[in-house]
Protein backbone atom coordinates (compact mmCIF):
# COMPACT_ATOMS: atom_id res chain seq x y z
CA UNK A 1 0.00 0.00 0.00
CA UNK A 2 0.87 3.75 -0.42
CA UNK A 3 1.46 6.05 2.26
CA UNK A 4 -1.28 8.09 2.08
CA UNK A 5 -3.21 5.07 2.11
CA UNK A 6 -2.10 3.56 5.59
CA UNK A 7 -4.95 5.52 7.28
CA UNK A 8 -7.52 4.33 5.76
CA UNK A 9 -5.89 0.80 6.70
CA UNK A 10 -4.15 1.59 10.24
CA UNK A 11 -6.77 2.94 11.92
CA UNK A 12 -9.41 0.61 11.62
CA UNK A 13 -7.62 -2.16 12.55
CA UNK A 14 -6.02 0.12 15.37
CA UNK A 15 -10.11 0.34 16.33
CA UNK A 16 -11.05 -2.84 16.01
CA UNK A 17 -8.52 -4.18 18.51
CA UNK A 18 -9.58 -1.81 21.08
CA UNK A 19 -13.33 -3.38 20.61
CA UNK A 20 -11.62 -6.90 21.34
CA UNK A 21 -9.13 -5.97 24.14
CA UNK A 22 -11.78 -3.96 25.74
CA UNK A 23 -14.32 -6.77 25.65
CA UNK A 24 -12.17 -9.50 27.29
CA UNK A 25 -11.78 -7.51 30.75
CA UNK A 26 -15.30 -8.93 31.77
CA UNK A 27 -12.94 -12.47 32.33
CA UNK A 28 -10.92 -11.03 34.81
CA UNK A 29 -7.19 -9.98 35.29
CA UNK A 30 -6.40 -13.65 36.06
CA UNK A 31 -7.84 -15.09 33.12
CA UNK A 32 -6.51 -12.39 30.68
CA UNK A 33 -3.06 -12.29 32.12
CA UNK A 34 -3.35 -16.13 31.68
CA UNK A 35 -3.66 -15.42 27.93
CA UNK A 36 -1.73 -12.71 27.65
CA UNK A 37 1.31 -13.82 29.49
CA UNK A 38 3.38 -15.97 27.17
CA UNK A 39 3.00 -13.13 25.22
CA UNK A 40 4.63 -10.83 27.18
CA UNK A 41 7.15 -13.03 28.18
CA UNK A 42 8.07 -14.10 24.39
CA UNK A 43 8.13 -10.30 23.49
CA UNK A 44 10.82 -9.37 26.76
CA UNK A 45 12.84 -12.43 25.38
CA UNK A 46 12.48 -11.63 21.54
CA UNK A 47 13.82 -8.11 21.78
CA UNK A 48 16.52 -9.32 24.62
CA UNK A 49 18.03 -12.22 22.53
CA UNK A 50 17.72 -10.04 19.42
CA UNK A 51 19.51 -7.17 21.17
CA UNK A 52 22.47 -10.10 22.42
CA UNK A 53 22.45 -10.44 18.50
CA UNK A 54 23.48 -6.81 17.41
CA UNK A 55 25.61 -6.41 20.36
CA UNK A 56 28.40 -9.11 19.23
CA UNK A 57 27.74 -8.80 15.25
CA UNK A 58 28.23 -5.19 15.51
CA UNK A 59 29.68 -3.58 18.61
CA UNK A 60 30.66 -5.81 20.96
CA UNK A 61 32.14 -2.75 23.15
CA UNK A 62 28.05 -0.69 23.39
CA UNK A 63 28.10 -2.01 26.98
CA UNK A 64 30.53 1.35 27.96
CA UNK A 65 27.47 3.51 27.17
CA UNK A 66 25.92 2.72 30.46
CA UNK A 67 27.83 4.64 32.43
CA UNK A 68 26.53 8.39 33.04
CA UNK A 69 29.59 10.31 31.49
CA UNK A 70 28.70 9.72 28.05
CA UNK A 71 24.96 11.20 29.28
CA UNK A 72 26.54 14.80 30.53
CA UNK A 73 28.73 14.93 27.36
CA UNK A 74 25.97 14.46 25.14
CA UNK A 75 23.96 17.17 27.30
CA UNK A 76 27.33 19.55 27.30
CA UNK A 77 27.64 19.05 23.43
CA UNK A 78 23.94 19.19 21.68
CA UNK A 79 22.73 22.20 24.84
CA UNK A 80 19.31 22.93 23.89
CA UNK A 81 18.56 20.75 21.46
CA UNK A 82 19.45 17.58 23.48
CA UNK A 83 17.25 18.98 26.35
CA UNK A 84 14.15 19.18 23.92
CA UNK A 85 15.08 15.38 22.65
CA UNK A 86 14.80 14.11 25.85
CA UNK A 87 10.89 13.99 25.80
CA UNK A 88 11.63 11.72 23.01
CA UNK A 89 14.41 9.49 25.03
CA UNK A 90 11.70 9.27 27.58
CA UNK A 91 9.41 7.23 25.03
CA UNK A 92 11.85 4.53 25.59
CA UNK A 93 10.65 4.09 28.86
CA UNK A 94 6.83 4.40 28.73
CA UNK A 95 4.76 1.38 29.55
CA UNK A 96 7.35 0.12 31.82
CA UNK A 97 6.10 1.81 34.81
CA UNK A 98 2.39 0.32 34.09
CA UNK A 99 3.52 -2.77 36.35
CA UNK A 100 3.20 -0.74 39.22
CA UNK A 101 -0.26 0.31 38.55
CA UNK A 102 -1.52 -3.01 39.35
CA UNK A 103 0.20 -3.89 42.83
CA UNK A 104 -3.69 -4.57 43.26
CA UNK A 105 -3.88 -7.34 41.17
CA UNK A 106 -0.53 -8.74 41.88
CA UNK A 107 1.73 -8.65 45.01
CA UNK A 108 4.93 -6.59 45.54
CA UNK A 109 7.52 -9.48 45.17
CA UNK A 110 5.82 -10.25 41.76
CA UNK A 111 6.42 -7.31 40.28
CA UNK A 112 9.86 -6.35 41.76
CA UNK A 113 10.70 -10.08 40.34
CA UNK A 114 9.59 -9.60 37.08
CA UNK A 115 10.65 -6.13 36.90
CA UNK A 116 14.29 -7.26 38.33
CA UNK A 117 14.95 -9.85 36.69
CA UNK A 118 13.42 -9.69 33.29
CA UNK A 119 11.96 -6.56 32.38
CA UNK A 120 14.97 -4.49 33.02
CA UNK A 121 17.60 -6.50 31.85
CA UNK A 122 15.29 -7.79 28.45
CA UNK A 123 15.23 -3.39 27.92
CA UNK A 124 18.51 -2.52 28.66
CA UNK A 125 20.05 -5.36 25.87
CA UNK A 126 17.86 -4.30 23.80
CA UNK A 127 18.82 -0.74 23.36
CA UNK A 128 22.01 -1.04 23.15
CA UNK A 129 21.32 -3.45 20.42
CA UNK A 130 20.01 -0.95 18.84
CA UNK A 131 22.91 1.37 19.39
CA UNK A 132 25.11 -1.24 18.31
CA UNK A 133 23.43 -1.32 15.20
CA UNK A 134 23.24 2.44 14.91
CA UNK A 135 26.90 2.74 15.47
CA UNK A 136 27.90 1.13 12.43
CA UNK A 137 24.87 2.29 10.34
CA UNK A 138 24.82 6.41 11.66
CA UNK A 139 25.00 7.56 8.06
CA UNK A 140 22.29 5.02 6.45
CA UNK A 141 18.35 6.53 5.94
CA UNK A 142 16.90 4.97 8.54
CA UNK A 143 13.03 5.28 8.75
CA UNK A 144 12.49 2.95 12.27
CA UNK A 145 15.88 2.17 13.57
CA UNK A 146 14.13 -0.93 15.56
CA UNK A 147 13.08 -3.17 12.87
CA UNK A 148 16.06 -1.99 10.88
CA UNK A 149 18.16 -3.76 13.24
CA UNK A 150 15.98 -6.77 13.22
CA UNK A 151 17.09 -9.25 10.36
CA UNK A 152 15.49 -10.11 7.34
CA UNK A 153 14.24 -13.21 7.95
CA UNK A 154 12.56 -12.98 10.99
CA UNK A 155 11.29 -9.33 10.83
CA UNK A 156 7.63 -10.17 9.84
CA UNK A 157 6.82 -12.63 12.96
CA UNK A 158 8.83 -10.03 15.14
CA UNK A 159 6.90 -6.93 13.68
CA UNK A 160 3.44 -9.84 14.57
CA UNK A 161 4.76 -9.98 17.85
CA UNK A 162 5.06 -6.43 18.44
CA UNK A 163 1.56 -5.82 17.77
CA UNK A 164 0.49 -8.33 19.97
CA UNK A 165 2.79 -6.68 22.99
CA UNK A 166 1.45 -3.30 22.53
CA UNK A 167 -2.28 -4.94 23.01
CA UNK A 168 -0.65 -6.25 26.46
CA UNK A 169 0.68 -3.53 27.35
CA UNK A 170 -2.46 -1.82 27.11
CA UNK A 171 -3.87 -4.17 29.32
CA UNK A 172 -2.04 -3.01 32.31
CA UNK A 173 -3.08 0.54 32.27
CA UNK A 174 -6.50 -0.96 31.94
CA UNK A 175 -6.13 -3.55 35.53
CA UNK A 176 -4.56 0.53 36.95
CA UNK A 177 -7.56 2.17 36.43
CA UNK A 178 -9.67 -0.72 37.64
CA UNK A 179 -7.86 -0.85 40.84
CA UNK A 180 -7.41 2.89 41.41
CA UNK A 181 -10.99 4.09 40.47
CA UNK A 182 -11.96 1.05 43.30
CA UNK A 183 -9.69 2.30 45.65
CA UNK A 184 -10.64 6.21 45.08
CA UNK A 185 -14.65 5.39 45.46
CA UNK A 186 -13.99 2.90 49.07
CA UNK A 187 -12.23 6.88 50.39
CA UNK A 188 -15.39 8.61 48.87
CA UNK A 189 -13.32 10.36 46.38
CA UNK A 190 -14.94 8.83 43.23
CA UNK A 191 -18.71 8.93 42.00
CA UNK A 192 -19.91 5.30 43.44
CA UNK A 193 -19.69 2.65 40.52
CA UNK A 194 -19.73 -1.02 40.04
CA UNK A 195 -17.11 -3.12 41.15
CA UNK A 196 -17.36 -6.50 40.01
CA UNK A 197 -14.42 -9.11 42.02
CA UNK A 198 -13.35 -11.33 39.45
CA UNK A 199 -11.00 -13.63 41.55
CA UNK A 200 -12.20 -15.68 44.78
CA UNK A 201 -8.41 -15.77 45.73
CA UNK A 202 -7.12 -12.07 44.98
CA UNK A 203 -9.31 -9.67 46.46
CA UNK A 204 -7.70 -6.67 44.42
CA UNK A 205 -8.77 -8.14 40.92
CA UNK A 206 -11.65 -6.34 39.74
CA UNK A 207 -13.44 -4.90 36.92
CA UNK A 208 -15.68 -1.65 36.25
CA UNK A 209 -17.80 -2.03 33.44
CA UNK A 210 -18.89 1.73 33.26
CA UNK A 211 -14.79 2.86 33.74
CA UNK A 212 -14.04 0.15 31.32
CA UNK A 213 -16.18 1.28 28.25
CA UNK A 214 -15.84 4.53 29.25
CA UNK A 215 -11.88 3.89 28.13
CA UNK A 216 -12.56 1.96 25.26
CA UNK A 217 -14.67 5.27 24.06
CA UNK A 218 -12.00 7.42 24.89
CA UNK A 219 -9.27 5.51 23.34
CA UNK A 220 -10.98 5.14 20.12
CA UNK A 221 -11.58 8.80 20.14
CA UNK A 222 -8.15 9.22 20.57
CA UNK A 223 -7.10 7.24 17.88
CA UNK A 224 -9.50 8.73 15.51
CA UNK A 225 -8.69 12.28 16.38
CA UNK A 226 -5.14 11.99 16.45
CA UNK A 227 -4.34 9.92 13.70
CA UNK A 228 -0.57 10.23 14.49
CA UNK A 229 1.68 7.86 16.45
CA UNK A 230 3.87 11.14 17.03
CA UNK A 231 1.29 13.03 19.47
CA UNK A 232 0.03 10.03 20.69
CA UNK A 233 3.17 9.36 22.09
CA UNK A 234 4.08 12.73 23.26
CA UNK A 235 0.63 12.42 25.18
CA UNK A 236 2.41 9.31 26.82
CA UNK A 237 5.32 10.90 27.51
CA UNK A 238 4.05 13.87 29.63
CA UNK A 239 1.79 12.03 30.96
CA UNK A 240 3.85 9.26 32.36
CA UNK A 241 6.54 11.67 33.18
CA UNK A 242 3.79 13.24 35.44
CA UNK A 243 3.04 10.36 37.19
CA UNK A 244 6.59 10.22 37.99
CA UNK A 245 6.94 13.30 39.32
CA UNK A 246 4.09 13.22 41.67
CA UNK A 247 5.29 9.68 42.80
CA UNK A 248 8.20 11.26 43.72
CA UNK A 249 6.76 13.81 45.74
CA UNK A 250 4.30 11.47 47.78
CA UNK A 251 7.47 9.07 48.50
CA UNK A 252 9.35 11.88 50.18
CA UNK A 253 6.17 12.64 52.64
CA UNK A 254 5.62 8.68 53.05
CA UNK A 255 9.41 8.39 54.20
CA UNK A 256 8.75 11.03 56.96
CA UNK A 257 5.03 10.65 57.85
CA UNK A 258 4.95 6.42 57.30
CA UNK A 259 8.14 5.27 57.76
CA UNK A 260 9.49 7.92 59.90
CA UNK A 261 13.07 8.55 58.94
CA UNK A 262 14.68 12.10 59.05
CA UNK A 263 13.60 14.73 56.55
CA UNK A 264 17.06 15.29 55.24
CA UNK A 265 16.47 11.74 54.09
CA UNK A 266 13.46 12.28 52.35
CA UNK A 267 14.92 15.98 51.16
CA UNK A 268 17.98 14.21 49.78
CA UNK A 269 15.45 11.50 47.80
CA UNK A 270 13.23 14.74 46.38
CA UNK A 271 15.99 16.08 45.16
CA UNK A 272 18.32 13.98 43.47
CA UNK A 273 14.71 11.92 41.86
CA UNK A 274 13.20 15.33 41.39
CA UNK A 275 15.86 16.92 39.23
CA UNK A 276 16.17 13.94 36.98
CA UNK A 277 12.68 13.53 36.14
CA UNK A 278 12.15 17.49 36.24
CA UNK A 279 14.30 17.66 33.46
CA UNK A 280 12.52 15.31 31.36
CA UNK A 281 8.78 16.77 32.44
CA UNK A 282 10.35 20.51 31.30
CA UNK A 283 11.17 18.34 28.06
CA UNK A 284 8.01 17.18 27.23
CA UNK A 285 5.80 20.28 28.33
CA UNK A 286 7.42 21.99 25.20
CA UNK A 287 5.80 19.17 23.08
CA UNK A 288 2.22 20.51 25.04
CA UNK A 289 0.89 21.90 21.95
CA UNK A 290 1.74 18.67 19.73
CA UNK A 291 -0.13 15.95 21.33
CA UNK A 292 0.73 16.83 25.59
CA UNK A 293 -2.25 18.89 26.15
CA UNK A 294 -4.74 15.85 26.05
CA UNK A 295 -3.72 13.79 29.58
CA UNK A 296 -3.68 17.41 31.07
CA UNK A 297 -7.05 17.88 30.07
CA UNK A 298 -8.28 14.56 30.91
CA UNK A 299 -6.41 14.78 34.55
CA UNK A 300 -8.02 18.74 35.05
CA UNK A 301 -11.95 16.86 34.28
CA UNK A 302 -11.74 13.96 36.75
CA UNK A 303 -9.90 16.50 38.95
CA UNK A 304 -12.66 18.57 39.38
CA UNK A 305 -15.53 15.61 39.26
CA UNK A 306 -13.33 14.09 42.63
CA UNK A 307 -13.18 17.73 43.82
CA UNK A 308 -17.13 17.70 43.78
CA UNK A 309 -18.01 14.66 44.98
CA UNK A 310 -15.29 14.52 48.00
CA UNK A 311 -16.59 18.38 48.67
CA UNK A 312 -19.88 17.43 49.01
CA UNK A 313 -19.66 14.07 51.05
CA UNK A 314 -18.02 16.17 53.80
CA UNK A 315 -20.62 18.94 53.60
CA UNK A 316 -23.50 16.27 53.91
CA UNK A 317 -21.57 14.83 56.79
CA UNK A 318 -21.14 18.40 58.55
CA UNK A 319 -25.02 18.69 57.74
CA UNK A 320 -26.07 15.47 59.57
CA UNK A 321 -23.36 16.25 62.46
CA UNK A 322 -25.22 19.56 62.93
CA UNK A 323 -28.44 18.34 62.76
CA UNK A 324 -28.46 14.95 64.46
CA UNK A 325 -30.87 15.03 67.73
CA UNK A 326 -30.53 13.90 70.90
CA UNK A 327 -30.72 11.09 72.56
CA UNK A 328 -33.39 12.20 74.68
CA UNK A 329 -35.49 12.65 71.93
CA UNK A 330 -35.11 9.05 70.97
CA UNK A 331 -36.13 7.55 74.43
CA UNK A 332 -38.80 9.91 74.88
CA UNK A 333 -40.82 8.58 72.33
CA UNK A 334 -43.32 5.97 73.08
CA UNK A 335 -47.14 5.57 73.50
CA UNK A 336 -48.16 8.55 75.26
CA UNK A 337 -46.65 10.52 72.23
CA UNK A 338 -48.68 7.88 69.83
CA UNK A 339 -45.69 6.14 68.69
CA UNK A 340 -45.72 2.53 68.18
CA UNK A 341 -43.05 -0.24 67.71
CA UNK A 342 -43.99 -2.81 65.32
CA UNK A 343 -42.20 -6.52 65.42
CA UNK A 344 -38.95 -6.55 63.40
CA UNK A 345 -35.88 -5.36 63.30
CA UNK A 346 -34.98 -1.64 61.52
CA UNK A 347 -31.24 -1.15 60.31
CA UNK A 348 -30.96 2.98 59.84
CA UNK A 349 -27.73 3.60 57.85
CA UNK A 350 -26.00 6.58 58.88
CA UNK A 351 -22.80 8.32 58.44
CA UNK A 352 -22.75 9.19 61.86
CA UNK A 353 -20.72 7.43 65.06
CA UNK A 354 -22.93 9.54 67.34
CA UNK A 355 -25.98 10.55 68.02
CA UNK A 356 -29.55 9.88 66.06
CA UNK A 357 -29.22 10.62 62.33
CA UNK A 358 -31.58 13.29 61.07
CA UNK A 359 -33.15 11.35 58.50
CA UNK A 360 -34.57 8.74 61.34
CA UNK A 361 -36.09 11.28 62.96
CA UNK A 362 -37.36 12.58 59.20
CA UNK A 363 -38.92 8.87 59.56
CA UNK A 364 -40.70 9.19 62.85
CA UNK A 365 -42.59 12.41 62.16
CA UNK A 366 -44.02 11.57 59.09
CA UNK A 367 -44.60 7.48 60.17
CA UNK A 368 -45.05 7.52 64.18
CA UNK A 369 -43.77 4.22 64.33
CA UNK A 370 -40.36 2.02 64.20
CA UNK A 371 -38.78 -1.17 64.96
CA UNK A 372 -38.85 -3.19 68.07
CA UNK A 373 -35.33 -3.63 67.90
CA UNK A 374 -33.19 -0.69 66.15
CA UNK A 375 -29.98 -0.55 64.98
CA UNK A 376 -27.90 2.43 63.80
CA UNK A 377 -25.78 1.27 60.86
CA UNK A 378 -22.57 2.96 60.03
CA UNK A 379 -20.11 1.63 57.37
CA UNK A 380 -16.81 3.16 57.13
CA UNK A 381 -14.14 2.94 54.35
CA UNK A 382 -11.18 3.46 56.57
CA UNK A 383 -7.63 4.54 54.78
CA UNK A 384 -5.74 1.03 55.53
CA UNK A 385 -6.07 -2.10 52.55
CA UNK A 386 -7.68 -4.18 55.05
CA UNK A 387 -9.68 -4.60 58.37
CA UNK A 388 -9.27 -8.35 59.95
CA UNK A 389 -12.70 -10.07 60.66
CA UNK A 390 -11.95 -9.73 64.21
CA UNK A 391 -11.86 -5.74 64.33
CA UNK A 392 -15.19 -5.06 61.78
CA UNK A 393 -17.69 -4.54 63.77
CA UNK A 394 -17.91 -1.96 66.69
CA UNK A 395 -21.23 -2.18 68.84
CA UNK A 396 -22.58 -0.78 71.75
CA UNK A 397 -25.63 0.50 72.87
CA UNK A 398 -28.00 3.99 72.75
CA UNK A 399 -30.32 4.05 75.84
CA UNK A 400 -30.68 1.93 78.48
CA UNK A 401 -31.18 -1.87 77.98
CA UNK A 402 -35.05 -2.16 77.72
CA UNK A 403 -35.29 0.04 74.54
CA UNK A 404 -33.50 -2.52 72.68
CA UNK A 405 -31.49 0.18 70.63
CA UNK A 406 -28.17 -0.43 69.58
CA UNK A 407 -25.29 0.92 67.37
CA UNK A 408 -23.25 -0.92 64.82
CA UNK A 409 -20.20 0.39 62.90
CA UNK A 410 -19.03 -1.92 60.23
CA UNK A 411 -15.52 -1.09 58.94
CA UNK A 412 -14.40 -2.28 55.41
CA UNK A 413 -10.28 -1.53 54.05
CA UNK A 414 -10.46 0.75 50.74
CA UNK A 415 -9.24 -3.09 49.37
CA UNK A 416 -11.76 -5.24 51.56
CA UNK A 417 -14.64 -6.75 49.72
CA UNK A 418 -18.60 -5.97 50.71
CA UNK A 419 -20.30 -8.75 52.24
CA UNK A 420 -23.32 -9.83 50.52
CA UNK A 421 -26.95 -8.45 52.07
CA UNK A 422 -27.84 -12.19 53.36
CA UNK A 423 -24.84 -12.79 55.03
CA UNK A 424 -24.45 -9.02 56.27
CA UNK A 425 -28.07 -9.77 57.91
CA UNK A 426 -27.01 -13.11 59.64
CA UNK A 427 -23.67 -11.39 60.91
CA UNK A 428 -25.27 -8.50 62.13
CA UNK A 429 -27.63 -10.12 64.16
CA UNK A 430 -24.49 -12.70 65.78
CA UNK A 431 -22.79 -9.93 66.73
CA UNK A 432 -25.48 -8.32 68.39
CA UNK A 433 -26.33 -11.49 70.10
CA UNK A 434 -22.68 -11.79 71.43
CA UNK A 435 -22.56 -8.55 72.69
CA UNK A 436 -25.61 -8.51 74.83
CA UNK A 437 -24.00 -11.75 75.77
CA UNK A 438 -20.98 -9.80 76.72
CA UNK A 439 -22.55 -6.92 78.00
CA UNK A 440 -24.49 -8.60 80.51
CA UNK A 441 -21.58 -11.15 81.50
CA UNK A 442 -19.59 -8.17 82.36
CA UNK A 443 -22.64 -6.46 84.06
CA UNK A 444 -22.96 -9.82 86.29
CA UNK A 445 -19.15 -10.26 86.31
CA UNK A 446 -19.25 -6.89 88.84
CA UNK A 447 -19.87 -7.32 92.33
CA UNK A 448 -20.79 -3.74 93.28
CA UNK A 449 -23.97 -1.35 92.62
CA UNK A 450 -24.00 1.86 91.40
CA UNK A 451 -26.41 4.09 92.67
CA UNK A 452 -27.11 6.71 90.16
CA UNK A 453 -30.53 8.90 91.17
CA UNK A 454 -32.24 5.67 90.40
CA UNK A 455 -30.96 5.20 86.61
CA UNK A 456 -30.58 1.71 85.22
CA UNK A 457 -26.75 0.74 85.55
CA UNK A 458 -26.95 -0.17 82.16
CA UNK A 459 -27.51 3.23 80.49
CA UNK A 460 -23.84 3.47 81.24
CA UNK A 461 -23.02 0.96 77.92
CA UNK A 462 -24.77 3.61 76.02
CA UNK A 463 -21.35 5.64 76.49
CA UNK A 464 -19.43 2.46 75.15
CA UNK A 465 -18.18 0.69 71.85
CA UNK A 466 -17.09 -2.95 72.35
CA UNK A 467 -15.53 -4.90 69.54
CA UNK A 468 -16.99 -7.87 68.55
CA UNK A 469 -14.40 -10.56 67.38
CA UNK A 470 -14.94 -14.21 65.95
CA UNK A 471 -13.87 -16.33 68.89
CA UNK A 472 -15.88 -18.16 71.12
CA UNK A 473 -17.92 -16.55 73.59
CA UNK A 474 -16.83 -18.89 76.04
CA UNK A 475 -13.07 -16.92 75.98
CA UNK A 476 -15.19 -13.37 76.69
CA UNK A 477 -14.86 -12.42 72.60
CA UNK A 478 -14.71 -8.78 72.22
CA UNK A 479 -12.78 -6.37 74.10
CA UNK A 480 -14.67 -3.18 75.11
CA UNK A 481 -12.86 0.82 74.00
CA UNK A 482 -11.08 3.09 76.76
CA UNK A 483 -13.82 4.85 78.58
CA UNK A 484 -15.10 7.17 81.22
CA UNK A 485 -17.72 8.36 82.77
CA UNK A 486 -17.12 11.52 82.38
CA UNK A 487 -18.18 13.56 79.07
CA UNK A 488 -15.23 13.41 76.31
CA UNK A 489 -13.68 11.61 73.38
CA UNK A 490 -12.85 8.12 73.00
CA UNK A 491 -10.19 6.63 71.34
CA UNK A 492 -9.79 3.28 69.98
CA UNK A 493 -6.96 1.57 68.60
CA UNK A 494 -6.15 -1.70 66.97
CA UNK A 495 -3.18 -3.75 66.20
CA UNK A 496 -3.98 -4.16 62.47
CA UNK A 497 -4.61 -1.05 61.92
CA UNK A 498 -1.22 0.33 63.29
CA UNK A 499 -1.19 4.37 63.06
CA UNK A 500 -4.77 4.70 62.15
CA UNK A 501 -7.18 5.55 65.05
CA UNK A 502 -10.62 6.04 65.12
CA UNK A 503 -12.12 8.81 67.08
CA UNK A 504 -15.46 8.11 68.47
CA UNK A 505 -17.42 10.90 70.42
CA UNK A 506 -19.90 9.78 73.32
CA UNK A 507 -22.17 12.02 73.57
CA UNK A 508 -24.29 11.85 77.59
CA UNK A 509 -27.88 12.34 77.91
CA UNK A 510 -26.97 15.34 80.79
CA UNK A 511 -23.96 16.37 82.54
CA UNK A 512 -22.44 13.43 84.03
CA UNK A 513 -23.68 13.54 87.61
CA UNK A 514 -21.69 13.00 90.77
CA UNK A 515 -21.88 9.08 90.89
CA UNK A 516 -21.22 6.94 94.64
CA UNK A 517 -19.89 2.94 94.26
CA UNK A 518 -21.29 1.11 97.42
CA UNK A 519 -19.80 -2.05 97.41
CA UNK A 520 -22.36 -5.02 97.96
CA UNK A 521 -21.25 -7.48 100.19
CA UNK A 522 -23.56 -9.76 100.55
CA UNK A 523 -23.87 -13.19 98.94
CA UNK A 524 -27.26 -14.53 98.80
CA UNK A 525 -28.55 -10.93 97.12
CA UNK A 526 -25.19 -11.20 95.23
CA UNK A 527 -27.06 -14.53 93.67
CA UNK A 528 -30.57 -12.73 93.26
CA UNK A 529 -28.81 -9.99 90.99
CA UNK A 530 -27.21 -12.97 89.27
CA UNK A 531 -30.16 -14.52 88.38
CA UNK A 532 -32.08 -11.81 87.48
CA UNK A 533 -29.25 -10.78 85.08
CA UNK A 534 -29.46 -13.94 83.59
CA UNK A 535 -33.02 -13.46 83.17
CA UNK A 536 -33.00 -9.78 81.61
CA UNK A 537 -30.58 -10.85 79.38
CA UNK A 538 -32.38 -14.09 77.69
CA UNK A 539 -35.38 -11.75 77.40
CA UNK A 540 -33.30 -9.25 75.61
CA UNK A 541 -31.95 -12.31 73.09
CA UNK A 542 -35.60 -13.45 72.61
CA UNK A 543 -36.50 -10.04 71.09
CA UNK A 544 -33.46 -10.00 68.88
CA UNK A 545 -34.30 -13.47 67.16
CA UNK A 546 -37.86 -12.48 67.32
CA UNK A 547 -37.53 -9.64 65.92
CA UNK A 548 -35.57 -11.28 63.12
CA UNK A 549 -37.82 -13.65 62.15
CA UNK A 550 -40.50 -10.75 61.40
CA UNK A 551 -37.78 -9.21 59.48
CA UNK A 552 -35.34 -6.58 58.90
CA UNK A 553 -36.10 -3.56 56.99
CA UNK A 554 -33.52 -0.97 55.50
CA UNK A 555 -33.85 2.29 56.24
CA UNK A 556 -31.58 4.83 53.73
CA UNK A 557 -31.73 8.75 53.28
CA UNK A 558 -32.45 9.79 49.57
CA UNK A 559 -30.14 12.88 49.50
CA UNK A 560 -30.36 16.05 47.53
CA UNK A 561 -28.29 18.46 47.66
CA UNK A 562 -29.64 22.86 47.31
CA UNK A 563 -26.80 25.69 47.71
CA UNK A 564 -27.75 28.34 50.72
CA UNK A 565 -28.86 31.62 49.08
CA UNK A 566 -26.25 34.12 48.35
CA UNK A 567 -23.85 31.51 47.54
CA UNK A 568 -21.03 32.07 44.73
CA UNK A 569 -21.79 30.90 41.50
CA UNK A 570 -19.04 28.31 41.01
CA UNK A 571 -20.30 26.59 44.67
CA UNK A 572 -24.12 26.94 43.18
CA UNK A 573 -22.51 24.96 39.74
CA UNK A 574 -20.89 22.37 41.54
CA UNK A 575 -23.46 21.43 43.72
CA UNK A 576 -27.09 22.32 42.53
CA UNK A 577 -25.74 21.21 39.05
CA UNK A 578 -22.58 19.06 39.19
CA UNK A 579 -22.90 17.03 42.15
CA UNK A 580 -26.43 16.32 41.48
CA UNK A 581 -25.76 14.93 38.06
CA UNK A 582 -23.07 12.91 39.48
CA UNK A 583 -25.37 11.59 42.20
CA UNK A 584 -28.67 10.57 39.82
CA UNK A 585 -26.40 8.43 37.08
CA UNK A 586 -24.10 6.82 39.94
CA UNK A 587 -24.84 3.61 42.03
CA UNK A 588 -27.23 4.62 44.60
CA UNK A 589 -26.48 3.21 48.44
CA UNK A 590 -29.12 0.84 48.37
CA UNK A 591 -27.31 -0.36 45.04
CA UNK A 592 -24.17 -0.30 46.72
CA UNK A 593 -25.54 -1.90 50.06
CA UNK A 594 -27.04 -4.95 48.04
CA UNK A 595 -30.09 -4.06 49.54
CA UNK A 596 -33.28 -5.97 48.53
CA UNK A 597 -35.44 -3.78 47.42
CA UNK A 598 -38.65 -5.29 49.17
CA UNK A 599 -36.77 -4.46 52.38
CA UNK A 600 -36.28 -0.99 51.52
CA UNK A 601 -37.17 2.57 53.07
CA UNK A 602 -36.00 5.43 51.59
CA UNK A 603 -36.69 8.71 53.41
CA UNK A 604 -36.20 11.61 51.46
CA UNK A 605 -33.44 14.37 52.86
CA UNK A 606 -32.86 17.96 51.51
CA UNK A 607 -29.37 19.41 52.67
CA UNK A 608 -29.00 23.18 52.05
CA UNK A 609 -25.44 23.69 52.57
Known sequence: MSKKHHQ????????????????LQHYGTHKVGFFFAPIVLTWLLCISTLGVYNIFKWNPHVY?????YYMFKFLKKTRISGWLSLGGILLCITGSEAMFADLGHFNYMAIQIAFTFLVYPALILAYMGQAAYLSQHHNADLRISYYVSVPESVRWPVLILAILASV??????????????????????FPRVKVVHTSEKIHGQVYIPEINWMLMILCIAVTIGFRDTKHLGNASGLAVMTVMLVTTCL????????????PILA?????????????????????????AWLPILLALFLM??????????????????????????LLALGPSLGIARVPGIGLVFTDLTTGIPANFSRFVTNLPAYHRVLVFVCVKSVPVPHVTPEERYLVGRVGPATHRSYRCIVRYGYRDVHQDVDSFETELVKKLSDFIQYDWYRTRGNSMSIEDDGSHSNESSSYRLTVIGTTSFCSQQGYES?????PGSVSVGFPSVQSLTDVIEMEPMDAAPERRVRFAVDDDHESETRSEVGVQMQEELEDLYAAQEAGIAFILGHSYMKTKQGSSFIKKLALNYGYNFLRRNCRGPDVSLKVPPVSLLEVGMVYIV
Open 267 to 291: LFFLLFFGSVELLYFSASLTKFREG
Open 251 to 262: TSLVIVVCWHKP
Open 168 to 189: VGSQAIISGTFSIINQSQSLGC
Open 482 to 486: QQSVQ
Open 8 to 23: YAVIPITCFILVCLFA
Open 304 to 329: IIMLIWHYATIKKYEYDLHNKVSLEW
Open 64 to 68: KALSP
